[in-house]
C-alpha cells in the first residue's frame, strides 16, 4: 500500500495509506484526515509513489492535491504504470507545485515491489516456500495418511499463515493436492485469505478436496488454460496476469516449485530447515540464489533469499 503523511511545522497533520481495492488512495485518506484543511496551503506532502492523474475506480489523486493548494509534494518514486509514469509529476509542477522526486527511492521502490513487478514485467511478484529436511527433503518416502507430514515447528507454521495473509495468492500443483490435501487458508493467524491457485492440467482432482471448498477463493488451473508442451510457470504467469494477481506464494510441491525455478520466474525463496531426517523421500528443489538474512525459531533455520 503507498504511504502518505501531511507534514506542516516539523508535525504530522495527517497521514492516510491505500484503502482496500477500489477505495480511496493514500493521498485522499491523509487530505481528509486534515481536520482544519486551511493548514494545507502551508504544508507538505509526502507520498512514497507518485500521485495517480488518471480516472481509475477513483479521480486523480494529483487534482486533489491541487484542488487544495497544497504547496510542496516530496515523492519517493515515480509510478512505472503507463497510466501514470511521470503524468502525475508534471500536472502537479503545471499547477505551480513544488515536486521533489526521489526521496529514499530504494526503501520506496523495495515497498513496492509487487506492484512494480505486476506492471513491469507483467506477471505478479513470486515468493519460493518450502521446509526441507536436515538431510534435503521436502516429503517423507511413504506415509500413513493424506495429510502433510510437519517438517517444522508450531511457531514457523503461524508465521507461514502470517505470510499467506499478506500475499494476493497462494499456489500448490495437483500431486499436493492429491498427496496432502492442504487447506492453504489463513487459520494461525489473523488477515485476509489469499486466492488459492491449484494446477490441475489433467482435471483430476477430485471435488471434495480442501481447496474446493468455500472458505476461500479458489481458481483451477487445466489443460484448457495451460499447454503442457509449454513452459509452465511462464503460462501460469500469464494467467495470473490476467487476474490481476499481484504477488503468490509457491507451496509446493518440489516439482512446481523446481518449475518455476528453472524457468527463472521468482523474486524470492523462504526456506526452512528442520532438524529431523527422512533419509529418502522427496527431494528439496535445487536453485542458486543470493542469501538474504538468516534467522532461528527455535529448533528451525528460516533463510531468506533474493533471486541474483
Known amino acids: 500500500?503507498?504511504?502518505?503523511?501531511?507534514?506542516?511545522?516539523?508535525?504530522?497533520?495527517?497521514?492516510?495509506?491505500?484503502?482496500?481495492?477500489?477505495?480511496?488512495?493514500?493521498?485522499?485518506?491523509?487530505?481528509q484526515s486534515v481536520t482544519d484543511k486551511s493548514l494545507l496551503k502551508q504544508a507538505t506532502l509526502?507520498?512514497?509513489?507518485?500521485?495517480?492523474?488518471?480516472?481509475?475506480?477513483?479521480?486523480p489523486c494529483s487534482d486533489l492535491i491541487i484542488k487544495y493548494n497544497?504547496?510542496?509534494?516530496?515523492?519517493?518514486?515515480?509510478?512505472?504504470?503507463s497510466l501514470v509514469a511521470g503524468q502525475g509529476i508534471k500536472k502537479l509542477k503545471s499547477a505551480g507545485c513544488d515536486v521533489t522526486v526521489g526521496v529514499l527511492?530504494?526503501?520506496?521502490?523495495?515497498?513496492?515491489?509487487?506492484?512494480f513487478t505486476f506492471h513491469n514485467k507483467k506477471r505478479p511478484y513470486i515468493i519460493l516456500k518450502w521446509a526441507e529436511s536436515a538431510d534435503g527433503f521436502i516429503a517423507p518416502k511413504s506415509k500413513d495418511e493424506q495429510k502433510p507430514v510437519w517438517i517444522t515447528n508450531t511457531y514457523s507454521r503461524q508465521l507461514v499463515h502470517k505470510w499467506r495473509a499478506e500475499e494476493q495468492a497462494i499456489l500448490v500443483g495437483g500431486n499436493t493436492v492429491l498427496q496432502d490435501n492442504p487447506s492453504l487458508t489463513v487459520r494461525d493467524w489473523a488477515g485476509l485469505q489469499p486466492t488459492r491457485i491449484v494446477i490441475d492440467t489433467h482435471n483430476n482432482l477430485p471435488e471434495d478436496v480442501a481447496v474446493f471448498n468455500t472458505t476461500a477463493k479458489t481458481i483451477r488451473l487445466t489443460e484448457a488454460g495451460l499447454n503442457t508442451s509449454l513452459p509452465l510457470a511462464t503460462q501460469i504467469c500469464e494467467r495470473?496476469?490476467?487476474?490481476?494477481?499481484?504477488?503468490?506464494?509457491?507451496?509446493?510441491?518440489?516439482?512446481t516449485l523446481q518449475t518455476f525455478i528453472n524457468e527463472n520466474l521468482w523474486d524470492e525463496a523462504r526456506v526452512f530447515y528442520g532438524t529431523n531426517q527422512f533419509l529418502d523421500g522427496t527431494k528439496a528443489p535445487s536453485f542458486k540464489g543470493q542469501l538474504i538474512s538468516e534467522?532461528?525459531?527455535?529448533?528451525?533455520?528460516?533463510k531468506y533469499y533474493n533471486n541474483d
Open 1 to 31: 500500500m503507498v504511504g502518505c503523511v501531511i507534514v506542516l511545522n516539523n508535525s504530522i497533520i495527517g497521514e492516510g495509506f491505500t484503502s482496500p481495492y477500489g477505495g480511496p488512495h493514500a493521498e485522499v485518506n491523509a487530505i
Open 46 to 59: 509526502y507520498v512514497t509513489l507518485e500521485p495517480c492523474s488518471h480516472f481509475g475506480k477513483t479521480p
Open 70 to 81: 497544497i504547496p510542496k509534494v516530496v515523492i519517493g518514486t515515480i509510478d512505472d504504470n
Open 105 to 115: 527511492e530504494a526503501e520506496c521502490k523495495n515497498h513496492h515491489k509487487r506492484f
Open 240 to 255: 495470473l496476469h490476467e487476474h490481476e494477481v499481484t504477488s503468490v506464494i509457491i507451496e509446493g510441491g518440489s516439482k
Open 295 to 302: 534467522t532461528k525459531l527455535l529448533n528451525d533455520t528460516l
